[in-house]
């Protein structure tokens, strides 16, 4: 069955500084990949999707993220964290089971320090 | 376009009491999926229903049923609250299985 690990429970960075957010995941079958970031009292939002094509994937906000296959990996980054990027993170994979569901991480709350 | 939308937002129930949350989608979505957020344990599915009429089991289907008599509404019924069903729960849709979904705003239970 397919599963999700996402590094890291909180992860805290200056403003300006990288924002690196780790996601492994297990799959046996060529995955659809997926980020949500969830505000304080909001619902998931997508931030980005890996479906097969260009492995770097480009997202909202300045995120992005990189598919590499052979570390079974698929971390979050954006160059310069801004205030407004504090928020819950979670990667999602799709389930290779008969209906494709998405299995979600635990997240990674993301606090930016001032 | 609302999106998704979800009543109510906020709720306080007794233990043994019954309540229905509602979700609705104006997407024409096929699949709706019911999910329960609790602190450091992710999302877990609790059912889904990939169309009308049909509903299946998720993750965490105990204590909950669902319905989905229309297409633009996937209703989930706590029939005998407990306070482990304290929790926030989100409701979700998407066009195709595994694709992107999009979710609502989220209800906010509190079993006492």
């Known amino acids: 069955a397919q599963s999700v690990t996402q590094l890291g429970s909180h992860v805290s960075v200056s403003e300006g500084a990288l924002v690196l957010l780790r996601c492994n995941y297990s799959?046996?079958?060529?995955?659809?990949l997926f980020w949500y970031v969830q505000y304080p009292n909001q619902g998931l939002q997508l931030l980005l999707k890996?479906?097969?094509?260009?492995?770097l994937v480009k997202g909202i906000n300045g995120f992005e993220a990189e598919f590499k296959k052979s570390e079974t990996s698929f971390h979050l980054t954006k160059p310069s964290a801004h205030m407004s990027d504090a928020a819950e993170y979670f990667c999602?994979?799709?389930?290779?089971?008969?209906?494709?569901?998405?299995?979600f991480g635990k997240g990674t709350k993301l606090s930016v320090k001032p | 376009n609302a999106g998704v939308t979800q009543t109510p937002k906020f709720r306080v129930l007794k233990t043994g009491q019954s309540m229905t949350l509602l979700c609705a989608q104006d997407?024409?979505?096929?699949?709706m999926y019911w999910y329960r957020q609790d602190p450091g344990m992710g999302l877990r599915l609790i059912h889904y229903?990939?169309?009308?009429?049909?509903?299946a089991k998720g993750e965490v289907p105990d204590g909950y049923n669902v319905s989905r008599l229309k297409k633009q509404n996937f209703l989930l019924g706590l029939e005998s609250a407990a306070p482990s069903q304290t929790s926030v729960y989100f409701c979700?849709?998407?066009?195709?299985?595994?694709?992107?979904?999009?979710f609502g705003p989220g209800t906010r239970l509190t079993v006492t």
């Open positions: 999602a994979v799709k389930d290779g089971g008969s209906q494709g569901n998405l299995i």
């Open positions: 799959s046996s079958v060529p995955p659809y």
């Open positions: 997407m024409n979505h096929e699949y």
């Open positions: 229903s990939v169309g009308e009429g049909t509903t």
């Open positions: 979700a849709s998407s066009y195709l299985t595994g694709g992107e979904q999009y």
């Open positions: 890996y479906t097969s094509a260009a492995t």
